[in-house]
């Protein structure tokens, strides 16, 4: 089975802070993808990442930028956390190999920022 | 513009009962759709792909159908356990745009 594994399930940060989310894949998918879920409003996409280093903006990319320098390995990085960040981060990759383009999550980062 | 639209957002059942939860959808050009699990507080566990030339997928207790002309899916869940509680989320993969479109979702609560 595909892991997606975020490496913290909750953050706490202050107003200010650089924050990173990492994200690991272990099945060399290619593609990856960054959301966060707020109650109301659904799952968002943020970015996401076709292949290494390359990375398009999704519906609400302002206030964070990405990382791919690994197939393996996608981040987030929130540049000058606010509080209206605070939100479940969920990250995902998908299957590009065959015909299905399954996605596959992580387990979520709650992350609040004080 | 896709919309996916699951109905109700909650309901609560006897153990069990059957589960039908519904997910409609207004763009019928979709390439795959997907049918995941969220419990409080954690990450989405896939549980049914369809593809869109596909009528029906089962796993164990879960069947989900698709009926892309009418724009609908259905997710049925068989003698349901409190272990089912978890909000259900569907979601469309449309491959131009390459856009994952996710509805609402429905918490369901299976009471011993």
């Known amino acids: 089975d595909v892991k997606v594994t975020q490496s913290s399930r909750y953050l706490v940060k202050r107003t200010g802070e650089k924050v990173f989310l990492e994200c690991v894949q272990d099945m060399d998918h290619e593609n990856m993808f960054w959301y966060r879920q707020d109650p109301g409003l659904g799952l968002r996409l943020i970015y996401f990442?076709?292949?290494?280093?390359?990375?398009e903006k999704g519906d609400i990319p302002e206030g964070y930028s990405v990382s791919r320098e690994k197939k393996e390995r996608f981040s987030l990085i929130l540049e000058s956390a606010s509080t209206n960040q605070t939100s479940m981060y969920l990250c995902?990759?998908?299957?590009?190999?065959?015909?299905?383009?399954?996605?596959?999550f992580g387990s979520g980062t709650r992350l609040t920022v004080v | 513009k896709q919309e996916v639209t699951q109905i109700p957002a909650a309901l609560s059942v006897p153990e069990g009962e059957n589960l039908v939860l519904n997910c409609s959808f207004t763009d019928s050009a979709i390439y795959n759709l997907q049918w995941f699990r969220q419990d409080p507080g954690k990450g989405l566990t896939s549980l049914l792909l369809?593809?869109?030339?596909?009528r029906e997928q089962t796993s164990g207790r879960l069947n989900a159908s698709l009926d892309k002309s009418s724009g609908r899916s259905t997710l049925y869940i068989a003698a349901s356990q409190p272990g089912d509680s978890a909000t259900y989320l569907c979601?469309?993969?449309?491959?131009?745009?390459?856009?994952?479109?996710f509805g609402g979702g429905t918490r369901v609560l299976v009471k011993p």
């Open positions: 990442s076709y292949d290494v280093k390359m990375k």
């Open positions: 369809i593809q869109s030339s596909q």
């Open positions: 979601a469309v993969f449309k491959a131009a745009g390459n856009k994952l479109t």
């Open positions: 995902a990759s998908r299957d590009t190999s065959g015909v299905l383009y399954g996605y596959t």
